[in-house]
Structure formats: C-alpha cells, structure tokens
C-alpha cells in the first residue's frame, strides 16, 4: 500500500518563485535598480516526470533550477520538496534531507571532477557527505558497474577517462546516494554525437530502473524530445508554455515556442 510520503516522493512544487539582483546604476543619482531573473513563477514537477526545461541563454532556466534544489535562495515564494518546505537561508547541515533526495549533473564532466582524487573517492564523495550508512567501497562499485563501468576504474584519475567515461563517472556520483530527483543542467552539450546517444540510452534506462523525477536543463531541442515527458519554455525569465513534450514540440501555441523551434538546424535530404 502506498503511504502519503510514498506518494510524494520526487515531487517538486514551487509557488510564486522569483529571483532578482541588484543592478549596477546607471548615472550618480539614480534610484537603486533591481535586475530580474526569474519572475514569480509555479511550477510542480510530479514523482517520477522527466521535465526538459528549455529556452535561449538568459532565459532564467539556470536560476529557477538552482532555486529549486536550494542552491540559491528566492527573493519571494516558496519551494517544496517531498511536501517538505526549502529553505536556502539555513545552514547546509540543515539540508542534508535535500541533498539525500537530489542528484546533480553538471555541464562539463572534467571541471566537475576533482583531478586529484580518483573516481572511487569522487563517486563515494556524496556518501561521507552526506553520512549515508553503509558499505560504501560497495556502492561504489555497484553503481559503476550501473553506469556500464569496469569497476576496477574506480582506482583511477580523472585524466584518465575519456570525455563519455567522465560523464559516466559524473553520473554516478550523481545516482550513488539513490536519490528521488536527478537534475542535468546541459549534461551532454560537452559531449560528442556518439557518447550523447550512450548517455541519453544511459539516462532513460535509469530512470525506468530508479524510479527518478528527471529534470533536464538543455539548447538541445533533440534531448529534450527523447528525454522528457513534458516540457517548459523559458523567456526573460518566465515560464511562457508548458506542457506535453511531443504536443509542443509538434504544435507550439507561442510564437517564441515556434521561433525557438524554427532555429533548431535541419539536415537537407541530399547533400
């Protein structure tokens, strides 16, 4: 039988979300201006929805995912995760419980790996971190060999892996501590055509086998297509249209929505 808590697993809700920051004047005697990032926005991710999240450079994607996960804190509304409420202003102890329910890809593979430890103590980082109990020399080669990695790997340094591998790695720190929520914010851009299709088939298989709410950051109008059940366009901050991936990839009902997809590069039949 399922129990509310159950039920609430990997459920994100945000209400009334804005972010902005002060910004420079302009002349001497100019009031104080504030620079907008995000515009009061609601947003509810349900357990186990892969949401792509898209729009041009600027759009706010950056700043309402980090505003979610509690990695910057809202000028208003509020942030709920699990049915638990998010609170930034605390202390990072405080949020250990958020930490234990989220993973985090990051664009580059390489900067994101420490180059002096090696990718056992890179993956089993989040695990002492967070102070999950354990054998932890286990996990970690259980979820390398998850990732389709020799776990005999887990000996080595980061510069010794290729770009594909390093994301692998990347991802298996971010899945290590099995969390509800799994967050890649443009987690293939620095990857080559080949490795991105391994790590999107990587992706999906992942999260049918956890369960995850998956939320994907992206340019990538492909991915997004493959990856995510629904879908959300961003403009100067606000979300301008949500819904059903295919139905607004195929019939997009904002003319942004269509000029975005109009930009996307299509192949000629015939070179």
Not at 227 to 233: G, K
Request: glycine fraction near 8%; hydrophobic fraction near 40%; charged fraction near 25%.
């Amino acid at each position: 039988m399922t129990t509310p808590a159950d039920s609430d697993a990997g459920r994100i809700v945000a209400e009334e979300l804005s972010r902005s920051f002060p910004a420079p004047r302009r002349a001497l005697f100019e009031r104080a201006r504030r620079s907008i990032a995000l515009h009061p926005t609601d947003l509810t991710v349900a357990p186990g929805e892969s949401l792509g999240i898209i729009g041009e450079s600027g759009s706010g994607k950056s700043t309402l995912v980090r505003l979610l996960l509690g990695l910057d804190r809202p000028s208003t509304g509020r942030v709920s995760v699990d049915g638990r409420e998010v609170d930034a202003a605390t202390s990072a102890r405080s949020l250990h419980w958020l930490r234990r329910r989220t993973g985090l890809v990051f664009q580059d593979p390489y900067a994101s790996l420490d180059p002096r430890m090696t990718a056992g103590q890179i993956i089993a980082e989040p695990l002492w971190a967070l102070d999950i109990p354990g054998d932890h020399r286990a996990r970690v080669r259980e979820v390398l060999a998850q990732v389709d990695l020799d776990p005999a790997m887990a000996a080595r340094h980061p510069h010794e892996f290729s770009g594909g591998q390093r994301q692998r790695i990347a991802l298996a720190r971010a899945i290590v501590h099995r969390p509800r929520i799994l967050v890649g914010d443009e987690p293939m851009s620095a990857l080559d055509v080949t490795v991105r299709a391994q790590i999107l088939a990587l992706l999906v298989r992942l999260r049918a086998e956890e369960g995850l709410t998956l939320i994907t950051v992206s340019h990538d109008i492909g991915l997004v297509q493959h990856l995510s059940d629904t879908v959300a366009v961003m403009k100067d901050g606000r979300i301008v249209e949500r819904g059903a991936t295919a139905t607004v990839l195929r019939h997009p009902a904002e003319g942004y929505t269509k000029r975005l997809l109009a930009a996307v590069p299509v192949l000629p039949d015939r070179f």
